[in-house]
């Protein structure tokens, strides 16, 4: 079966530690997101990648750091820097720079800083 | 720059009601829209697509329809049920960049 796996579900954090989220994906998709989710608010985008061993910073990269060795993987590491890092974390993929393609998203990974 | 607009939630309806959710879009070009659903503590799900003016999207008794002329891609289901309550996103893809943009999502719950 085809899709895009998030791992873990649930992840728990001191403060001052560094964390990677995993995103792992077997659709043969060329373009890959990191969004946040907050309590109430749309999806934020962190990073984007559209090919591989190439990345873009979103609308709030700060405190966050990807990269992209390989196709199917786009790891996120949520670093000390992010001062507010518990939130609902989504990773998702598309085929790559046409219009119209859909993206298809993970179950997600929910971070809490304790 | 592109933007989504929908309505603000929470909406609460009966079951076997009619749903509108609005959403309405700004972007240089005509950008593909789409609308995700979120049941909760889950990712989302590709609920319908249009990707060109006048088309419709349908999907488990979902419809919307990309509207040029009022710039506009509004949610209908003519019968809701409990199972619809979830958080409905309206997202827009332009070319070029690849990037989605968001609606602020709506959260929609039905009740008995």
């Known amino acids: 079966d085809g899709g895009i796996t998030q791992s873990p579900k649930y992840l728990f954090r001191k403060e001052g530690q560094n964390v990677t989220l995993s995103c792992e994906q077997n659709?043969?998709?060329?373009?890959m997101y990191w969004y946040r989710q907050d309590p109430g608010q749309g999806l934020r985008l962190i990073y984007y990648?559209?090919?591989?061993?190439?990345?873009q910073k979103g609308d709030i990269a700060e405190g966050y750091s990807v990269s992209r060795e390989k196709k199917e993987s786009f790891p996120l590491t949520v670093t000390s820097a992010q001062k507010n890092p518990t939130a609902f974390y989504l990773c998702?993929?598309?085929?790559?720079?046409?219009?119209?393609?859909?993206?298809?998203f993970g179950q997600g990974t929910r971070l809490t800083v304790v | 720059g592109n933007s989504v607009t929908q309505m603000e939630g929470p909406v609460t309806l009966s079951e076997e009601a009619f749903l509108t959710i609005n959403c309405t879009y700004t972007?240089?070009?005509?950008?593909?829209l789409f609308w995700y659903v979120q049941y909760p503590g889950e990712g989302l799900q590709l609920l319908l697509k249009?990707?060109?003016?006048?088309d419709k999207g349908s999907n488990k008794g979902f419809e919307a329809t990309y509207r040029k002329e009022t710039t506009s891609f509004h949610l209908e289901k003519g019968s809701v049920q409990v199972s619809d309550s979830a958080v409905y996103f309206c997202?827009?893809?332009?070319?070029?960049?690849?990037?989605?943009?968001f609606g602020t999502g709506t959260q929609l719950k039905v009740e008995l």
């Open positions: 997202v827009g893809l332009t070319g070029g960049g690849n990037k989605l943009t």
């Open positions: 998702a993929s598309s085929i790559g720079q046409f219009s119209g393609t859909e993206a298809f």
């Open positions: 659709l043969n998709h060329d373009a």
């Open positions: 249009a990707t060109k003016a006048d």
């Open positions: 972007a240089t070009g005509y950008p593909s």
């Open positions: 990648s559209q090919i591989v061993n190439d990345f």
